[in-house]
């Protein structure tokens, strides 16, 4: 019974279902702190990875994705300093999505950016980056999990 139990509990999967999102992270990625503030939602996820539900309105991005904003939009998105490597449109199953990558130091960040009703949905990884290649691919996959009600 004990083996039985021990084999359900691993086959549990991490879901994270609040703010009008339901997102299965990638395998060992579980939320940590959740603040709530007046300007938006900030999650922050074991791994390097944070969820942001920002208002469009008041920080000034855009309500659609589309090639033709991308440079606009990644410097709204991405720190200063930051040398950003990768940008591109495309499609998720919850929606149109932008992607970015970004070199800052000696780390890498995948931010995928999803415009939803009045909100910027934002899903971030951050990784050293000799490590980053296998935790983008687990979080790319992870985007196909992605839904919002």
Known sequence: MLALALLAAGCTKNVYEGHGVRWEPPRGVT???????????????????????????????????SD?????????????????????????????????????GASKTCLYYLPYKDQALMLSLTAPSASFGVAESQFDLSMSKLSLQ
């Open 31 to 65: 939320l940590q702190h959740e603040l709530d503030e007046s300007e938006g939602v900030n999650l922050e996820f074991s791994g390097g990875v944070q969820l942001a539900l920002l208002g469009m309105k008041e920080h000034g991005l855009p309500e659609t994705v």
């Open 68 to 104: 033709d904003g991308l440079d606009e939009l990644a410097q709204a998105v991405s720190p200063s300093g930051a040398k950003v490597i990768s940008k591109r449109t495309g499609k998720v199953p919850a929606g149109a999505v932008a992607r970015f990558v970004w070199l800052q």
